[in-house]
């Protein structure tokens, strides 16, 4: 029976890469792969909807709105070519319901799922998907990334003019200049305004 797997890790932990790598490797073995990813992130678009690394791997992908059925989607795909297998990316953007099509497409169609994303937002709560995922899928596992004192990175910290801030909408696309992966101590730390590992 094909699985629900769960990768999460914080910003710049090579989510992406490893979801691009991932699918060259399926498809270098003969798999028809459905790259998808919400259609919320549209960073890094000229054009046609890509999935993008920060380290320059990208591949263009299906986007899907929040009202969007996966499973009719994955009908439509298939109707076109066979998939073999669905990677996500940023999947902490989906809906609950949406993370239970990803089990149902899973477990029913057997189909391999693998969800890339991040697990907490900026105020180190859930996201809906990923809180889903946690309670779903079949495997899951942590992309390690490491803070700048060091330490393992936990958080996804987001600055306002260079400062860690917890207030602010709770999705606000962005990169290095809008988040910092830290550790749980520097993020206390730049929170409440001492020594700092920036």
């Known amino acids: 029976m094909a699985k629900l797997y769960f990768k999460y890790g914080v910003m710049g932990s090579s989510k992406t890469a490893q979801a691009l790598m991932c699918r060259y490797n399926y498809i270098q ?4 792969v459905l790259l998808l990813k919400p259609a919320i992130d549209n960073r890094f678009e000229n054009g046609s909807p890509k ?3 920060r380290i320059g791997l990208e591949a263009e992908c299906v986007k899907f709105g929040r009202d969007e059925d996966l499973i009719l ?4 795909e298939d109707q076109k070519r066979k998939v073999d ?6 999947c902490q953007f989906a809906t609950k319901k949406q993370i239970e099509q990803l089990k149902d497409i899973a477990y029913g169609c057997s189909i391999p799922v693998l969800c890339y994303g991040l697990l907490t937002n900026f105020r180190t709560e859930l996201f809906e998907g990923s809180k ?8 899951v596992s942590e992309i390690k990334s490491v803070c700048k004192c060091g330490e393992k990175a936990t958080v996804n910290a ?3 003019d260079g400062h860690v801030t917890i207030d602010g909408p709770e999705v606000q696309l962005g990169a290095e200049e809008t988040y910092q992966s830290m ?7 730049n929170l409440d305004g001492n020594e700092t590992c920036l």
Do not use: H, P, T, W
């Open 183 to 189: 550790c749980y101590g520097c993020f206390k730390k």
């Open 73 to 76: 989607l994955l009908d439509r």
């Open 158 to 160: 987001r600055l306002l």
């Open 132 to 139: 889903r995922l946690m309670e779903l899928a079949d495997s």
């Open 29 to 32: 073995q003969g798999f028809n």
């Open 85 to 90: 297998v669905v990677i996500v990316d940023e």
């Open 51 to 53: 999935v993008v690394s």
